[in-house]
């Protein structure tokens, strides 16, 4: 989780404030799918019970997981400028 930032990172990056919420949304979704589909994390004598789980259920997890990595990413590009102290090239504001 990137946690919320402060003032003077959203004063540097506002985009850090939607992304906070984006992520503390994807937090709450991932621990509802896993308390309405607790076969998710359990098992029984034969194993792992996860294939029990609808398969839209797992979708929506990999697309949670794939969301998060993109925005470590993007945090991580954004604190490496910051170390650098160098600014996004003009009409750059995706840098990944």
């Known amino acids: 989780m990137i946690g919320l930032p402060y003032p003077d990172q959203l004063d540097r990056h506002c985009e850090l404030a939607p992304l906070a919420i984006l992520e503390i949304a994807l937090e709450v979704t991932v621990n509802t799918l896993a308390a309405v589909h607790p076969e ?13 789980v609808p398969a839209e259920v ?6 949670a997981t794939r969301l998060r990595r993109a925005i470590t990413r993007y945090q991580s590009i954004l604190e490496k400028r910051d170390a650098h102290g160098s600014k996004a090239p003009p009409g750059d504001d995706m840098p990944f």
């Open 40 to 52: 998710l994390w359990l098992e029984d004598e034969r194993g792992p019970l996860d294939h029990q």
């Open 58 to 63: 797992h979708k929506l997890l990999a697309q």
